[in-house]
T-cell receptor, first 116, second 109 residues
Framework: ETGVTQSPTHLIKTRGQQVTLRCSSQSGHNTVSWYQQALGQGPQFIFQ???????GRGNFPPRFSGLQFPNYSSELNVNALELDDSALYLC???????????????FGAGSRLTVL | GQNIDQPTEMTATEGAIVQINCTYQTSGFNGLFWYQQHAGEAPTFLSY??LDGLEEKGRFSSFLSRSKGYSYLLLKELQMKDSASYLCAGLDSNYQLIWGAGTKLIIKP
């Protein structure tokens, strides 16, 4: 149990559809990041939210959008799905500092999206 | 540009030692992370280095040389459960993580 929960764990959509992925993190974790991880690749940063505002974005088109709510939950929305959007989508928040002093990014188990 | 390079795949024998190398180029530098990811699961934190030298944590150690833009993860007394992908990630000046593609480690009996 990492303290970051994602839903759904798996889902299948068809090209052109829209999808909403959800994430909840522990109270006090007011920064949430979303990543896309294609098979055999490292995570690619989509965007980050801090206190309900987007404060960082990777190289993803506007059809990738997000929300963060006051209760620390978050959503990733993807419109007009394309085949290449098939990937594992990871939500992450910063947990307490490690023994080395760094804030450690803690991931949820991910939502595996398949676009047909 | 920013880049993290690590080998795609490595094979080692149960009980042995393996070293996974990572070179990085980031805009500024605020530390280097190693994560472990089993197939179908989320990455889990292994280590963080921000100063030069070796950080030891049980069977796993991580080394950093900032002047060379180089890190390695050392795994000792390999166990079959260590079969996983190992991700190297650099923290840039904006505190964004730049990820490598991961090294798939295969452990053979």
């Amino acid at each position: 149990e990492t303290g970051v929960t994602q839903s759904p764990t798996h889902l299948i959509k068809t090209r052109g559809q829209q999808v909403t992925l959800r994430c909840s993190s522990q109270s006090g974790h007011n920064t949430v990041s979303w990543y896309q991880q294609a098979l055999g690749q490292g995570p690619q940063f989509i965007f980050q939210y801090y206190r309900e505002e987007e404060n960082g974005r990777g190289n993803f088109p506007p059809r990738f959008s997000g929300l963060q709510f006051p209760n620390y939950s978050s959503e990733l929305n993807v419109n007009a799905l394309e085949l290449d959007d098939s990937a594992l989508y990871l939500c992450a928040s910063y947990s307490a500092a490690s023994s080395s002093g760094a804030n450690v990014l803690t991931f949820g188990a991910g939502s595996r999206l398949t676009v047909l | 540009g920013q880049n993290i390079d690590q080998p795609t795949e490595m094979t080692a024998t149960e009980g042995a030692i393996v070293q996974i190398n990572c070179t990085y180029q980031t805009s500024g530098f605020n530390g280097l992370f190693w994560y472990q990811q089993h197939a179908g699961e989320a990455p889990t934190f292994l280590s963080y280095n921000v100063l030069d030298g070796l950080e030891e944590k049980g069977r796993f150690s991580s080394f950093l040389s900032r002047s060379k833009g180089y890190s390695y993860l050392l795994l000792k007394e390999l166990q079959m459960k260590d079969s996983a992908s190992y991700l190297c990630a650099g923290l840039d000046s904006n505190y964004q993580l730049i990820w490598g593609a991961g090294t798939k480690l295969i452990i053979k009996p």
